[in-house]
C-alpha cells in the first residue's frame, strides 16, 4: 500500500465521520452519550467487530 492511498484512505475516513455530527448534531450527541454508558468490554466488543469487519472488507478487495 503505498502512502498515498493510506493519506486517501484516512481522508476518507475523516469525511465518514464528520457526517452524521454535520447532518444531525442532536442524534449524534445522543448516541454518543449512549456509547458512554456502556461498560469497557461492550465498548471492546464493538471495536473487536469493527475491526474484524474492516480486515474482511480489505482482503475481500484486494
Do not use: H, T
Not at 465521520?17 to 454518543?32: K, N, Q
Request: charged share 10%; hydrophobic share 60%; proline share 3%.
Amino acid at each position: 500500500m503505498s502512502a498515498d492511498a493510506l493519506w486517501s484512505a484516512l481522508a476518507i475516513v475523516l469525511v465518514i465521520e464528520g457526517l452524521l455530527p454535520f447532518v444531525s448534531p442532536g442524534g449524534w450527541r445522543r448516541g454518543f452519550g449512549q456509547l458512554m454508558q456502556l461498560r469497557d468490554g461492550q465498548l471492546r466488543f464493538y471495536g473487536l467487530c469493527s475491526i474484524a469487519l474492516g480486515l474482511l472488507l480489505l482482503w475481500l478487495l484486494a
